[in-house]
């Protein structure tokens, strides 16, 4: 009785190992968006998310994932702001112990980032880039685009056709 | 053993052989171009590894990546047109192109979509990659109501979902960077590599603002962005009529010159309006222009009349 029982334990570890590994993840690739309520972007936002994020995957809806961070925190993210997590079959002795941080993962990778941004604003003076940040920060909240649809009859505002 | 242990056994022991699967294929990759005896083991290895990480076409740039390019492309576009100060006008227009890229194919992107009228009389719109869409106020001046110029936020909507400024990059210059920026993985570069990288990323923005700007893009990608424009528009609950109705102004008031600003970075609108047309005709069943939205429009234009 003793032994299968530890042999349970055994194979029901390993198991729950490879399901961690193989359970659908989603990373998140833009800045910083929200896990949403309903599957709309006027609808609350649960939980504030960063680029790199893994985002267990639950269901798919017309452009919709339904996700759980990390939090435990379930809601609805639009597929554009999400990937698959990579799994690299040529690299697989890495992924196993890179497959926990598969956001870092992403981040780790080198490209045109914000040290690049540097060295050309240091040489480019004319390029205006504070006139780019100011633009960056005017960010309409959800309310003033429900309002917006709202007042102009438009979306799930509108008549018939 | 227990049908639940056997489940489990199996399931584990399955598992187990992906793996290993997996390893193998790589050994044997190497192993292959080892075997050809032109290539020491090592080399094989590392030649694998390359293969990992060297990326090809504009398709692979990162979302990151673009809106690097995108800010360093509205930066330059900003030091040739101001902003016009406007907090209500601007207000009007990142609502409603917020609302459209919410619609489109494409609603989320690294740093989001932001929209801008620029201090000019020139009739122009162009979108950096990324979401950086501007407006000049010539063109806003142009617009009869807010059909139209949520049929112009929709087409710029449109080049950005489909990435047409970072297919405007040089395939030789694509080539060059993925060689640098994929040589290994970390994310600070050398000042050696940083100042090659830089000289790249500014060949880059050469490629894109000579497009968006000077060039135009090919007539192709024009006529995506006006049916995309058509069903950005109509998904958000716009008459599809404002593109037909910008395009008929615009064939009917055009320079008897030399083409220039928006003229020259686009097919002649008659063109464009005998797609425009077709496309909307099948349509179908689509939104009414209400008087609702002519009316803000015209509250928000207002310091521009």
Redesign the interface.
């Known amino acids: 009785m003793k032994k299968?029982a530890r042999?349970?334990f055994f194979?029901?570890a390993?198991?729950a190992a490879?399901v961690l590994l193989?359970a659908e993840t989603v990373v998140v690739?833009?800045?910083t968006?929200g896990v949403r309520r309903d599957p709309k972007?006027t609808s609350a936002i649960l939980a504030s998310i960063k680029?790199g994020e893994p985002l267990e995957r639950l269901e798919a809806q017309s452009g919709w994932i339904k996700v759980k961070t990390k939090a435990g925190v379930v809601g609805w993210i639009?597929s554009?702001?999400v990937e698959a997590r990579k799994v690299?079959?040529?690299?697989?002795?890495k992924t196993m112990k890179t497959q926990a941080s598969a956001g870092e993962v992403a981040?780790?990778?080198?490209?045109?980032?914000?040290?690049?941004?540097d060295?050309?604003r240091a040489?480019?003076a004319?390029?205006?880039?504070a006139?780019?940040d100011?633009?960056?920060k005017?960010?309409?909240t959800a309310a003033?685009?429900e309002a917006?649809?709202k007042?102009?009859?438009?979306?799930e505002?509108?008549?018939a056709? | 053993m227990s049908a639940r242990t056997k489940a489990f056994a199996a399931a584990a022991l399955a598992a187990t052989l992906a793996l290993a699967g997996c390893q193998a294929i790589k050994q044997s990759a190497a192993d292959i171009i080892a075997s050809t005896g032109k290539v020491s083991k090592e080399d094989a290895q590392s030649l694998v590894k390359t293969a990992e990480v060297l990326r090809s076409t504009f398709a692979e740039i990162t979302e990151e990546e673009e809106y690097y390019i995108g800010r360093a492309t509205a930066a330059l576009i900003l030091s040739r047109y101001k902003p016009y100060r406007n907090e209500a006008l601007s207000a009007y227009v990142n609502v409603m192109g917020t609302a459209l890229a919410y619609s489109s194919d494409r609603p989320e992107t690294y740093g989001g979509y932001h929209f801008l009228v620029l201090d000019t009389d020139e009739v122009n719109a162009m979108a950096a990659p990324g979401g950086f869409v501007f407006v000049t106020k010539g063109l806003v001046r142009r617009c009869a109501d807010e059909e139209t110029l949520a049929a112009i936020l929709a087409h710029e909507i449109g080049h950005v979902a489909e990435r047409h400024g970072l297919q405007s990059i040089k395939k030789s210059r694509l080539i060059d960077a993925f060689k640098v920026l994929g040589s290994e993985a970390s994310r600070q570069f050398n000042s050696e590599e940083l100042a090659k990288v830089t000289g790249i990323f500014e060949g880059v923005l050469g490629d894109v603002v000579e497009t968006l700007v000077e060039r135009g893009y090919d007539r192709k990608f024009e006529y995506e962005a006006d049916k995309l424009a058509l069903a950005f528009a109509v998904r958000t609950g716009y008459s599809p009529g404002g593109l037909a109705e910008f395009l008929t102004g615009m064939e009917e008031r055009k320079p008897s010159g030399p083409a220039a600003g928006w003229f020259k970075t686009h097919p002649s609108p008659a063109d464009r309006l005998a797609r425009v047309k077709i496309e909307t005709a099948a349509l179908g069943a689509v939104p009414a222009k209400l008087d609702v939205r002519t009316a803000r429009f015209a509250e928000a234009v207002k310091p521009l009349r």
Do not use: S
């Not at chain 1, 981040?107 to 941004?117: I, P």
């Open positions: 299968p042999l349970t194979f029901a390993v198991l490879f193989l690739k833009v800045k968006t972007f680029a639009h554009t702001a690299n079959l040529l690299a697989m002795d981040l780790a990778a080198k490209g045109f980032n914000k040290q690049v941004e060295k050309y040489g480019n004319a390029a205006d880039f006139a780019v100011a633009l960056e005017v960010l309409p003033e685009i917006f649809m007042q102009g009859k438009l979306g505002y509108g008549g056709r």
